[in-house]
């Protein structure tokens, strides 16, 4: 079997091993692939593994070689899975792998947002404490957790986790999810409809997947049916949120802060709105990038090459 990663730096810039992959077949690895040079990759592979690269139906028609897409994370929209589907070529995800670091990673913002750990660490550095006349100060307020109500927008494997360390904290959690389970609701976490989530939440987390039904789901409209205050942290996918409408709900104070870790275009332009944003704080996608978390995702995208090598393959998208 001949195996193509074409673009494999992210998830292993050099601190993991590819050998799982190595041992499956006649193996190239790129850094990463160019638009214009994806078809004349892949070649006559077998197997097209990619994590961003995008596989689309004209790349499928020119490359009829292909029997096997294994995508590098657990969302798969950079793959036609119609088109491989109707060819007859499985496309497989890795669902579970990034659960617990980016659930950890909700609070790594929240806590910032709450503390402003690094703006007073600096000021410290700069020997503002040195001079105060008070043995101690705070620049911006700060805020406790506790009794404080979370809003989880869709409530998969990181929404229930971010719940549970929600619940450590003290924090209330209302979860809208469109297949409700109530079997997971507990004293502090309760199903919520999406209105009633955004009218009584002090803090919102996003995790829900990026499906037209839920593009633009934090707008104009359903931010003023929020809190005045409210904090939004977005660790799911840009364009869940429109950009132009959170600029402007920032300025007014509508909503106190908003954190995340992905934009509504990756890398994120020079001109994004979200750059000039007040009280906004933005980090280049790396909830997912721990090392366990990465390893745990490299086990599971070879492991799900060796089981469609071995004729029954697991986590298909397009079954």
Not at 139 to 165: C, H, M, N, S, W
Request: charged content about 20%; proline content about 6%; aromatic content about 8%.
């Amino acid at each position: 079997m001949k195996i193509v990663v074409l673009d494999g730096y992210t998830l292993n810039p050099g601190d993991l091993s590819w050998a799982e992959f190595e041992a499956l077949g006649e193996f190239t690895c790129y850094e990463r692939t160019p638009a214009d040079k994806i078809i004349e990759r892949i070649g006559d592979a077998d197997a097209v593994v990619t994590n961003k690269t995008p596989i689309s139906k004209e790349t499928l028609d020119a490359c009829p070689g292909i029997k096997y897409i294994g995508v590098l994370a657990t969302g798969y929209n950079v793959v036609d899975v119609e088109a491989a589907k109707a060819k007859g070529i499985p496309v497989t995800n890795v669902p579970t792998y990034g659960t617990t670091a980016v659930s950890q990673f909700v609070f790594a913002l929240l806590l910032e947002v709450c503390h402003h750990v690094q703006h007073h660490s600096n000021t410290v550095k700069e020997l503002k404490w040195s001079k105060s006349p008070d043995f101690c100060y705070w620049d911006y307020p700060l805020i406790e957790l506790y009794g404080q109500t979370l809003g989880i927008v869709g409530f998969g494997r990181i929404g229930q986790a971010t719940a549970k360390i929600a619940a450590a904290f003290g924090m209330n959690v209302l979860a809208y999810d469109s297949a409700p389970n109530k079997e997971l609701e507990t004293e502090s976490i309760k199903y919520a409809s999406f209105e009633e989530l955004c009218a009584e939440s002090d803090v919102i987390s996003l995790h829900c997947p990026l499906f037209p039904s839920t593009e633009g789901i934090i707008n104009e409209d359903s931010i003023a049916d929020m809190k005045d205050g409210v904090i939004i942290i977005n660790t799911s996918r840009g364009p869940l949120v429109v950009e132009d409408d959170m600029l402007d709900a920032l300025k007014s104070g509508k909503v106190a802060y908003f954190a995340a870790d992905v934009v509504s275009t990756e890398p994120i332009k020079p001109d994004n709105v979200l750059l000039k944003a007040p009280n906004c704080f933005i980090t280049p996608h790396i909830a997912w990038a721990p090392q366990a978390a990465r390893r745990r995702l490299m086990d599971v995208a070879s492991g799900n090459l060796k089981a469609f090598s071995d004729g029954s393959p697991e986590n298909v998208v397009n079954p």
